[in-house]
């Protein structure tokens, strides 16, 4: 009866339950851009986070721009101004 309870043989096993799995780090390395941003910048941006605000900033920038000129750019033609009395034509 004894033997019943003994817990260390009615115990399971898996396959391969020793082996450990290595830590992978999942954090992309530092995009080309941002590292340039960083470069370039004189000093002034200092870390990933900050360059990321630059190029946000850079890209909001542009498409304020484009639009001013695809909309705004086409506006009326500049008025004729009528030839000067004292001109001869």
Do not use: C
């Amino acid at each position: 009866m004894s033997h019943a309870l003994d817990d260390s043989s009615s115990r399971i096993k898996f396959e391969g339950e020793e082996f450990q799995r290595s830590r992978q780090s999942f954090q992309t390395p530092t995009p080309k851009i941002v590292e340039w941003v960083i470069k370039y910048s004189g000093g002034y941006v200092k870390d990933e986070q900050q360059a990321n605000y630059v190029l946000i900033g850079f890209v909001a920038l542009a498409i304020i721009v484009s639009l001013f000129l695809f909309f705004g750019g086409g506006g009326a033609p500049a008025p004729k101004i009528p030839p000067s009395p004292f001109e001869s034509p």
